[in-house]
């Protein structure tokens, strides 16, 4: 989502920011595009250049305090300059009294002016936690996601091809369901990719010949998990002829601008795929601990190879 309008600020509850909205009704329909929040430090002394009008700003005791501190004549003039700036929002933190005159102001100018208990630094954390929720890429993807030995395995593959019956065999290993079919991808910043199920079909699957599945109901709690880092992408192939077979190819699968590690697995009858796809999660792992076994073979390989040219090289003694 690129924005999101201030009266959502005042409607969340999940990050528990405690906003009272003291004035500026008006303006609720204000958007805020951007990620970070700006302490009005500079603005107050009367340098305004960086304050963005797509942020959340906010005033704590420090910036109230210096208010305070200014005779009332040079107190308004700050305060109608930083309200002309039409910013989308105020937030006052902790709990110092507002000078009447920024209520006053921010209703006029329609600019919403929020009050929090919460201090500065609190705010700020659960602020930013809630504005990369709301303002992160997002997108849907269809095919299974599950948790294999706690590593996110998003599994594709053309409609039929067995994802759904491959996610049941590894939740009947003790692995956990995060969505099937539709699984819905977000971004946070920088660079990591999350995977839920929709709420309206979560935890449930399809499987062809038995119809629609209730995996929480049929294995309980810890079958199941509400959402789940991506560290893996798993795409299932009709079976041809030419695969890379010693795993040399580093594949790619990008998404909201990330790129992922892919394995391609061809499906043909007999093949286990969740063992294979408990392996490839497995080797995922020891791939991130630094150990890569085809590089380390070729290592081998190559040292042996060498050894062998060294040792049956003709001396200059040799007779030609």
């Keep these: 989502m690129d924005f999101i309008l201030v009266e959502e600020l005042r409607k969340e509850r999940e990050y528990g920011l405690d906003l009272r909205l003291l004035a500026g009704k008006g303006g609720l329909k204000k958007k805020i595009s951007d990620l970070r929040i700006h302490k009005l430090g500079l603005a107050l002394a009367g340098f ?39 910013v989308s929002c105020l937030v006052v933190t902790a ?22 208990r919460l201090m500065s630094r609190f705010f700020i954390e659960r602020a930013t936690k809630f504005l990369e929720q709301k303002l992160s890429a997002t997108t849907s ?29 590894l939740i009947t290993r003790g692995h956990r369901l995060v969505a099937d079919d539709m699984v819905h991808i977000r971004k946070i910043p920088p ?17 062809r010949g038995l119809g629609i599945i209730d995996i929480r109901s049929l294995f309980g709690m810890e079958a199941i998990r509400q959402r ?21 190819e580093e594949q790619r699968y990008t998404t909201c601008g990330v790129e992922l590690p ?59």
């Design 191 to 207: 660079s990591a990719i999350f995977g839920t199920g929709f709420d309206l079909v979560k935890y449930h699957m399809e499987i």
């Design 95 to 116: 709990t110092q009294s507002i000078p009447k005159s920024l209520i006053r102001e921010s209703e006029k100018a329609s600019i919403p002016l929020f009050k929090t």
């Design 228 to 248: 789940k880092k991506v560290d893996l992408v798993v795409e299932l192939v009709e079976w041809q002829a030419d695969y890379d077979r010693l795993g040399l």
């Design 262 to 320: 892919m394995v391609r697995i061809p499906v043909t009858p007999g093949r286990n795929l969740a063992t294979i796809i408990e392996v490839a999660a497995k080797n995922h792992l020891l791939k991130g601990m630094g150990y890569h076994a085809v590089m380390e073979l070729d290592r081998r390989l190559t040292e042996k190879i060498a050894s062998e040219g060294s040792r049956n090289k003709p001396n200059g003694d040799e007779i030609k």
């Design 48 to 86: 305004t250049d960086h304050v963005q009008p797509h942020r959340i700003h906010i005033l704590g005791n420090t910036e109230l305090s210096y208010l305070k501190a200014l005779p009332p004549k040079k107190r308004q003039e700050i305060i109608k300059k930083i309200c002309s700036l039409k």
């Design 141 to 169: 993807v269809h095919g299974v996601f599950v948790d294999v030995f706690g590593v996110g395995v998003l599994i594709l593959g053309r409609s039929g091809i067995g994802k759904s019956e491959c996610a049941l065999d």
